[in-house]
């Protein structure tokens, strides 16, 4: 696409990149049919294309408006388009820099500021998120069915085994996992353990950064990324392996920490080994196929036999991984039913879900449509956002796939 920058943007950093991936796009408009904001509002400027061009008027230097930023407000940032996009467009990387341009030229209101800041901190501090939803679990049995269903009942982790192995990872904890499903971490590291690795936390890393992040206080992300790698560093020094991600939403965020932070001369090479490190959960069972293999199933503890699998959007189209989970399950003895549209995005999207809430809503009703079709008796996912966002609209249970995979695995025959 022909482009010419405003002089603001001219020479620098973020202007190169945007004007590199502006001129990738060669307005096919084949990404239309798979993005999920396209499919439910069928506005060319709720889709890829039309959000590109509205980022192009604004980088060539016409002044953006609170309708601009409504239309890169309903962005998913679920990278379904860059999966489509037979031009290679990076959509996610010139997204990020047109928002953050137009919140800086468009603003807030109060309320809307204070809202966003709110999650921010709820959301991004764990012993805050922690005491608020045990209060909130402490009286859902007196709220109303539609305040129940958003917040999940408390749940137990069963033991962590202690460190033992001299082959050793480390687990991102996660802010809002470990208190609405602290069970995911536990079952990884036992899954973990039997194949001889044991996984630790580091205790000063914290928040990936991605909630600041996707809501355009970017600083606040890259101090959470700066935190988080001086947290791992040494621990990779003494021999980690790997920094292991049990939320894809965390994960696609760390592995960019490298791109991120490459101007940062202080943190720009160490940013760029943490992200070579890190891995989502399934890429390091997959690494183990075979010590897998080994491990006897207990048919018995199976949970259920036919499971739907929804992989999340920052796994398949941010992270590029596919199939990897299905072919652990399938392994396992799992039967997974067929899904129709995988690569829509179920609405989670992080913070979405509560500032989009009728897209989101509209958006997970025909995910679950589409998982329970083929009349699973259990839905897996791989990312706590969409598990959360499934669990609050269905009776059936979501959980996260390593959690089954831990239930049926003993120790090596
Ligand atoms: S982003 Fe890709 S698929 Fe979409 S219009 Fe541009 S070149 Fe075509
Ligand atoms: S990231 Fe998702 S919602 Fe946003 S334009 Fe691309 S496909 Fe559409």
Redesign the pocket.
């Known amino acids: 696409m022909q482009t010419t920058l405003a002089e603001a943007f001219r020479n620098t950093p973020e202007g190169e990149v945007a004007e590199r991936i502006l001129r990738s796009c060669v307005h096919c408009g084949f990404?239309l049919a798979?993005?999920?904001?396209?499919q439910v509002l069928g506005n060319e400027l709720?889709?890829?294309r039309g959000?590109i061009y509205l980022m192009k008027q604004v980088l060539e230097g016409a002044t953006p408006t609170a309708k601009t930023q409504l239309h890169l407000d309903?962005?998913?940032?679920?990278?379904?388009?860059?999966t489509?996009c037979p031009s290679g467009v990076e959509?996610?990387k010139l997204?990020d820099i047109g928002r953050h341009i137009v919140e800086k030229k468009v603003g807030r209101g109060i309320t809307e500021s204070a809202a966003r800041a709110a999650l921010k901190t709820g959301l991004g501090t764990p012993p805050l998120f922690n005491t608020a939803l045990k209060l909130g679990q402490r009286v859902r049995g007196l709220m109303p069915g539609f305040l129940q269903a958003r917040i999940p009942a408390a749940e137990t982790a069963g033991d962590r085994p202690a460190p033992r192995h001299a082959r050793r990872m480390l687990v991102l904890e996660g802010c809002v996992q470990p208190a609405l499903k602290p069970n995911i971490n536990a079952a990884t590291a036992r899954v973990l353990d039997r194949l001889g690795i044991s996984l630790s936390a580091a205790p000063e890393a914290g928040c990936c950064g991605a909630l600041a992040h996707h809501l355009n206080d970017i600083d606040a992300g890259l101090a959470s990324a700066r935190r988080n790698i001086d947290a791992w560093l040494p621990h990779l020094d003494a021999g980690a392996e790997a920094i292991v991600m049990t939320a894809s939403g965390c994960g696609v965020m760390v592995k960019d920490y490298g791109w991120l932070l490459r101007h940062d001369p202080a943190y720009a090479e160490k940013a760029a080994r943490v992200s070579a490190a890190t891995k989502d959960v399934s890429e390091i069972l997959l690494a183990e196929r075979g010590a897998l293999a080994r491990l006897k199933p207990h048919a018995p503890r199976l949970p259920a036999k036919r499971i739907a699998y929804h992989p999340p959007?920052t796994l398949q189209?941010g992270q590029k991984l596919t199939g990897g989970v299905e072919a652990l399950l399938a392994d396992a003895g799992f039967e997974l039913v067929p899904v129709a549209e995988k690569h829509l995005?179920c609405g989670a999207a992080g913070t979405y879900s509560i500032l989009q809430p009728d897209i989101a809503g509209q958006l997970k009703t025909r995910k679950l449509d589409n998982l329970t079709a083929g009349a699973p008796e259990l839905i897996v996912t791989a990312n706590i956002g969409c598990l959360t966002h499934l669990q609050s609209g269905t009776a059936l249970p979501v959980k996260h796939w390593v959690e089954l995979l831990d239930a049926i695995l003993e120790a090596p025959m």
């Open positions: 990404c798979t993005c999920p904001t396209y709720d889709s890829p959000r309903r962005c998913l940032t679920c990278r379904n388009c860059e489509t959509y996610g997204l959007c189209h995005c």
